[in-house]
């Protein structure tokens, strides 16, 4: 069993629609959670991180987390072209540093 | 702020070799992790650093070892290299080691062996 699951995709939507990205975790000591975005060829860029219930807003990005049901989701509104790339999630348990374990990503078409 | 700079950014090498990569953390930051990526097995855990010493590991053989200088930056390097080392290197970076920081990529050191 993998410990942080997302689907991997595509997930395919309109210009200017809300994209909705969900990971869920295996490990309940998790703290921490993380969104990355990839763009194909370039390292991961951090978007959201997210250590609380409920939700996190920043700009177009919402995070939300659901420690009960071990999922954790990001929202992006209006969602652009530029948006396109690799959505990963990751979690982080204290016990273990700073080691963070990704999901296999998402993978993100806006299409305009 | 300068971000993550990683070193060298391309490498070939053939099957047998060893490969020395480097990095260098944002300023102030005194922690450092690197990360394997793979088409197959996604982003993985190596092992990361703080002041001078690793505090984590990852699954990966002894082949693989890393270290940290007294400035924060820190090298890795893989012994007798297989075709299947063959990934993007990445080290990421953060102030201290925690579960509430967060840690900055940098932009990677893609490895072929050949």
């Known amino acids: 069993q993998k410990e942080v699951e997302q689907n991997s995709g595509p997930l395919s939507v309109p210009e200017g629609a809300i994209a909705s990205l969900n990971c869920t975790y295996s490990?309940?000591?998790?703290?921490?959670f993380f969104w990355y975005r990839q763009y194909s060829g370039k390292s991961p860029e951090l978007i959201m991180s997210i250590y609380s219930n409920g939700d996190k807003e920043d700009g177009r990005f919402t995070a939300q987390l659901n420690k009960a049901s071990q999922y954790v989701s990001l929202l992006i509104r209006d969602s652009q072209p530029s948006d396109s790339a690799t959505y990963l999630c990751a979690a982080c348990n204290m016990e273990y540093g700073n080691k963070l374990v990704f999901g296999a990503g998402t993978i993100l078409r806006v299409k305009s | 702020k300068a971000g993550v700079t990683q070193t060298p950014r391309y490498l070939i090498k053939t099957r047998g070799q060893q490969v020395t990569l480097s990095c260098s953390p944002i300023s102030g930051h005194r922690s450092v992790s690197w990360y394997q990526q793979t088409p197959g097995q996604g982003l993985q855990f190596l092992f990361e650093?703080?002041?001078?010493?690793?505090?984590n590991k990852g699954n990966f053989p002894g082949r693989f070892s890393g270290r940290q200088f007294s400035n924060s930056r820190s090298e890795m390097n893989v012994s007798t290299l297989e075709l299947g080392d063959s990934a993007l290197y990445l080290c990421?970076?953060?102030?201290?080691?925690?579960?509430?920081?967060?840690?900055?990529f940098g932009p990677g050191t893609r490895l072929t062996v050949l």
């Open positions: 650093y703080f002041s001078e010493t690793q505090r």
């Open positions: 490990d309940r000591v998790s703290q921490s």
């Open positions: 990421a970076s953060s102030w201290v080691a925690g579960s509430t920081d967060t840690q900055y």
